[in-house]
């Protein structure tokens, strides 16, 4: 393997810097945005006693030891989720939030081990306000490093186009040829043999220990995803029930939840959510995600009974959470996230 210079040598530096560069100043572009529309900024705390509930995002766990030596594990979170939906419910309207979060098994040239959350809450509002809110950002963050379109890996897209909106289930039958509803029932329950069967007439590969999940995302990385966001941004829209643990069913439909991701240059970009506010049915939803990490990965997390208690009291809302990275990356035309972070995390050594 090629010897490769750390990112702090003066020639990689100088190579890195026009990306940094414009990482700080789409930052500050942002910072006004939100200001301009009467959001408040936050800041929350990394460590908490849940990373976050959801089967496969993988956290670094630590601990903490009070005075007297007492123990109470802890993780990093993977995002700030829970936090800022704790500040919703003590009494915030519109907050915004620039997070450095944690995931771990993730390092690739989308991927880092450390990377940049952008998240911001409009309470009282539809999730709709949020995909006039992404069309506006990545108008802007190509405005202000005068990009004319956002590129990756030689996909490009125009960021002055109004988002195309598509629903999960128009995606799976345009780019796969599968009736995605026809393996949902009226309650959002999931039918594995149905889509399996659906996935081997295009061809796609099905193990005998798949999960209805498992086959989900199969199907979108492989046929979905590489589709998306060229030309113009796309939005995918109304996602399963089962694949938006965090998200309420929509109210013509309730197979399908308030949610939607954002892509550009095939590249997934953020992802939204019409927040859920019951607080038995998000405890549900998240024993029955802890119950499938423990059968894929052997491990779980915890429950923040805290966030359980102030989501009783929260007020309609929805959330969005961008990774500001990525963004960064097809408005500078960095082809890796590293190029766009100021200090990157050390490659594990070989």
């Known amino acids: 393997m090629p010897h490769v210079s750390p990112w702090w040598t003066p020639d990689v530096h100088a190579d890195r810097r026009p990306f940094l560069i414009g990482r700080n100043r789409i930052q500050s572009a942002l910072r006004r945005f939100f200001d301009e529309r009467d959001f408040v900024e936050v800041d929350t705390a990394t460590l908490q006693v849940s990373p976050g509930n959801e089967a496969h995002l993988h956290a670094f766990a630590t601990e903490a030891r009070g005075p007297d030596g007492s123990v109470q594990p802890l993780y990093l979170h993977t995002s700030p989720e829970f936090a800022c939906k704790k500040l919703l419910a003590a009494g915030e309207r519109r907050i915004a939030c620039f997070a450095h979060v944690y995931r771990n098994r993730e390092r690739g040239p989308l991927h880092h081990p450390e990377f940049t959350m952008l998240e911001w809450y409009r309470a009282g509002e539809g999730y709709e306000t949020l995909m006039r809110?992404?069309?506006?950002?990545?108008?802007?963050?190509?405005?202000?490093?005068?990009?004319?379109?956002?590129?990756?890996?030689?996909?490009?897209?125009?960021?002055?186009?109004?988002?195309?909106?598509?629903?999960?289930?128009?995606?799976?039958?345009?780019?796969?040829?599968?009736?995605?509803?026809?393996?949902?029932?009226?309650?959002?329950?999931?039918?594995?043999?149905?889509?399996?069967?659906?996935?081997?007439?295009?061809?796609?590969?099905?193990?005998?220990?798949?999960?209805?999940?498992?086959?989900?995302?199969?199907?979108?990385?492989?046929?979905?995803?590489?589709?998306?966001?060229?030309?113009?941004?796309?939005?995918?829209?109304?996602?399963?029930?089962?694949?938006?643990?965090?998200?309420r069913p929509t109210p013509r439909d309730r197979r399908v939840a308030e949610r939607f991701e954002l892509y550009a240059c095939g590249v997934e970009l953020a992802n939204a959510f019409g927040e859920l506010t019951d607080a038995a049915e998000q405890r549900r939803r998240f024993e029955l995600e802890m119950?499938?990490?423990?059968?894929?990965?052997?491990?779980?997390?915890?429950?923040?009974?805290?966030?359980?208690?102030?989501?009783?009291?929260?007020?309609?809302?929805?959330?969005?959470?961008?990774?500001?990275?990525?963004?960064?990356?097809?408005?500078?035309?960095?082809?890796?996230?590293?190029?766009?972070?100021?200090?990157?995390?050390?490659?594990?050594?070989?």
Do not use: H
């Open 133 to 247: 809110d992404c069309a506006k950002i990545l108008a802007l963050a190509a405005e202000t490093t005068g990009a004319r379109q956002l590129v990756y890996q030689g996909g490009n897209c125009d960021p002055s186009l109004e988002p195309e909106r598509i629903s999960v289930a128009e995606a799976f039958d345009r780019f796969a040829g599968i009736d995605l509803l026809a393996s949902i029932d009226k309650d959002g329950a999931t039918d594995r043999e149905r889509l399996a069967a659906a996935m081997r007439t295009c061809g796609l590969r099905v193990a005998e220990d798949d999960s209805w999940a498992d086959l989900f995302s199969r199907t979108l990385v492989e046929k979905v995803e590489p589709n998306l966001g060229f030309g113009r941004p796309a939005i995918l829209d109304e996602y399963p029930v089962a694949e938006a643990a965090l998200a």
């Open 291 to 350: 119950t499938e990490k423990t059968r894929v990965y052997g491990e779980t997390y915890p429950l923040d009974d805290d966030f359980l208690a102030a989501l009783a009291i929260m007020p309609e809302a929805s959330g969005i959470a961008l990774g500001f990275d990525r963004l960064v990356m097809l408005a500078t035309g960095a082809s890796r996230i590293d190029q766009v972070l100021w200090a990157p995390v050390a490659e594990p050594m070989a």
